[in-house]
């Protein structure tokens, strides 16, 4: 019943989410706030199989990543200097979860392209970006591979490149946002945060 009830909600938020105005640019975003918890919802894995947000977060203490899409050479490079790192997170008592609005077919792509073992997750229809807040509209040149990627799910919202750390409960203990695309936390300043949560 309650899977139900929260399939039932990811749906009515999606289609909620479908009439709200979307901030215009990367820098008009109203993100959480450190303190603040990542919302539950029911999203999809690589294979296709339902991803409880709540659930995946209570396995452990998190690194939790918004990225553009297996696209974006940016969000490739960030994701592949990730996977080099994963082992010092892990060693740290962290897990690293991605998301983008990527179908999980193309999450299978990123995968094997950047050589990522940690997990990946479609958020396709938008539902834990917006919820978020951190997404915005896409620029008129980007609808058409958004709506590629996210096999015609979506094609008008982006999220901002981001990172959140993230304790057991989904309380948010540290974010970094940029909405410059070419910016991102390298993994040495990562790597500190992570030591000094500790």
Known sequence: MKKLLLIFLTVLNSAVYAQIAFPKSANDIAPLLIGEKIPNVILKTSENKDADISELLKKKNTVLVFYR????????MHLQALAEAEKQIIDLGY??????PDSPENL????????????LISD??????????????AP???????RKHSNGINNSLLPVPSVFVVNTEGDILFEYISPNIKQRISTELLIAVLKNLK
Do not use: F, H, R
């Open 69 to 76: 899409g297996g696209w974006c050479p940016y969000c490739n």
């Open 95 to 100: 897990q690293i979860i991605a998301v983008s």
């Open 108 to 119: 299978k792509v990123t995968e094997e392209k950047d050589k990522v073992k940690y997990t």
């Open 124 to 137: 396709a229809g938008g539902t834990l970006i917006n919820a978020v807040g951190i997404s915005y509209q």
């Open 140 to 146: 008129e040149n980007y609808k058409e591979i958004i």
